[in-house]
């Protein structure tokens, strides 16, 4: 089963409404967007961290970046990075790297999503391709990936002055 057969079954069983795109391959959740020709807030990022040594997905919008002392005060952690590949890359075995989905509990993984994509309708996700995307309405993520939800990011460096 794939990534997105397995997104699909999840959604009818729940009754979500979902919809699936098809796009050329990218790697970065800006390059989504562009693609998908949405605003980049409503592109839902996972960004794999290790925190406390717990494998977690962060869940935030595509331009955002995460701050970890933002997310160790939200968690009460003492330690989180970046998790590596190799921590995190064998629990979505049906999932390109980097193209995870959103639902990170389908594969036992808990989700901190930031509060920014909490005033969106609907987020644009990977469906474990770098050439798929599904949407779904957010509330209907936060019903089903029952997330905690935590102020964890931050705007990126402008590169111009």
Do not use: W
Not at 17 to 26: C, F, L, N
Not at 96 to 123: C, Q, S
Not at 139 to 161: G, H, K, W, Y
Request: glycine share 4%; aromatic share 8%; hydrophobic share 40%.
């Amino acid at each position: 089963m794939t990534c997105r057969e397995r997104l699909e079954q999840f959604f009818k069983e729940n009754g979500v409404k979902y919809e699936t795109t098809s796009h050329p391959e990218v790697y970065t959740a800006q390059e989504v967007a562009a693609v998908e020709h949405v605003p980049g807030m409503f592109v839902a990022k996972v960004v794999i961290a290790n925190v406390d040594g717990k494998i977690t997905a962060l869940v935030l919008p595509a331009p955002q970046r995460v701050d970890m002392s933002k997310l160790k005060a939200a968690l009460g952690a003492k330690d989180a990075r970046l998790a590596r590949e190799e921590e995190f890359g064998h629990l979505f075995p049906d999932c390109e790297v980097g193209a995870m989905p959103v639902f990170t509990n389908l594969y036992d993984v808990p989700v901190v999503v930031d509060r920014a994509l909490t005033d969106d309708p609907k987020i644009v996700f990977n469906a474990g391709t770098h050439r798929e995307t599904m949407t779904v309405a957010f509330r209907d993520f936060q019903r089903l990936a029952s997330p905690t939800v935590a102020e964890i990011s931050q705007q990126p460096q402008s590169l111009t002055r």
